[in-house]
């Protein structure tokens, strides 16, 4: 069993830095324990660290996108990317630059398969190279966003540099998040699809608080594509014009008693009729009195026995 000796000083390490050990390099290790003892300034990384400033530039990209060090080229960003116009490089300097990285030589090849590009522009290229360093994305984030929208027409470079920069603003920018952020969107995509078909909502534009409360049915309550379809046949039984209003407190009211499938769901709609049933049934039999106590009443008067006659 291996246990650390610690001295008068410890450095400490995010947790991420586990999961890309396998990947990193040497040079990858020696600069983020470098970093992790108080060397933040990139000439004194690289003497530090003995590796040229090429290849500490390439160690620092590829920290930041696993997520474990934040620099001030990131931070410039991070209030407003979109404000920035990312840099259109000539043909010379992008070959320089792949030249530098061969990571993005092969990402830029292999975002122009994904797409399906017949003509791969200078812009094009350039957007890969913005994701990559100056955002510092992940190469495999880079790819899962181009493969998640590819499947979309007409989508181009352009399109994924600005979903990546919304993304990079709202905190998505490790692998793991952007796989939620993805796997959220196609789920409510398709619970949109059907509200859309049920409620007759064509292709208008949803409003906020329609988009709030199929992300509500969606994503916090945890509500199935039946349960949809079984809120929206209650609206329509006890309402002249279907909303998603009424539908959404149906669905509210199933969620807070924990109901969360259509059994259930005829379950308390049965047993909810059957209490209406047994009330209405109760008040018809019971007219309001004691029947004893009137009988008993109206004999002693008969008799000449009621005290206030």
Not at 159 to 177: C, H, N, W
Not at 220 to 231: H, Q
Not at 233 to 247: G, I, K, S
Request: aromatic share 8%; charged share 30%.
């Amino acid at each position: 069993m291996i246990k650390l000796k610690y001295g008068s000083s410890v450095v400490s390490l995010p947790g991420e830095v586990s999961r890309k050990i396998g990947e990193a390099t040497e040079a990858d290790l020696r600069v983020i324990v470098a970093i992790a003892s108080g060397i933040v300034d990139e000439d004194e990384l690289s003497s530090t660290c003995k590796i040229s400033k090429e290849e500490t530039a390439r160690t620092l990209s590829f920290w930041r996108g696993a997520g474990v060090i934040e620099d001030a080229a990131q931070k410039k960003y991070k209030s407003s990317p979109s404000d920035e116009a990312p840099r259109v490089y000539t043909g010379d300097e992008i070959s320089q630059i792949c030249d530098e990285d061969g990571t993005i030589d092969s990402l830029i090849n292999k975002c122009r398969e994904i797409l399906e590009s017949r003509v791969f522009t200078h812009a094009d290229a350039s957007s890969v190279i913005y994701m990559r360093r100056d955002l510092g994305l992940d190469p495999e984030y880079i790819i899962l966003l181009c493969s998640h929208y590819a499947k979309r027409e007409r989508i181009t470079l352009r399109f994924i540099e600005k979903k990546a920069i919304a993304l990079y603003d709202d905190g998505i920018r490790t692998i793991s998040a952007l796989e939620q952020y993805l796997a959220d969107e196609t789920k409510r995509q398709g619970t949109e699809y059907l509200v859309r078909q049920l409620f007759g909502l064509g292709e208008r534009a949803l409003v906020p608080r329609e988009r709030e409360y199929i992300s509500n049915w969606t994503l916090k309550w945890n509500m199935s594509e039946d349960m949809i379809r079984r809120a929206y046949e209650e609206t329509v039984a006890n309402t002249e014009r279907p909303t998603l209003a009424y539908a959404n407190a149906i669905l509210k009211n199933w969620h807070e008693a924990g109901i969360s499938s259509a059994e259930q769901a005829d379950a308390q709609k049965t047993e909810h009729k059957n209490k209406t049933q047994k009330k209405q049934k109760k008040n018809k039999a019971d007219p309001g009195f004691d029947l004893d106590e009137f009988f008993d009443l109206a004999i002693a008067r008969g008799h000449g026995n009621d005290g206030n006659k």
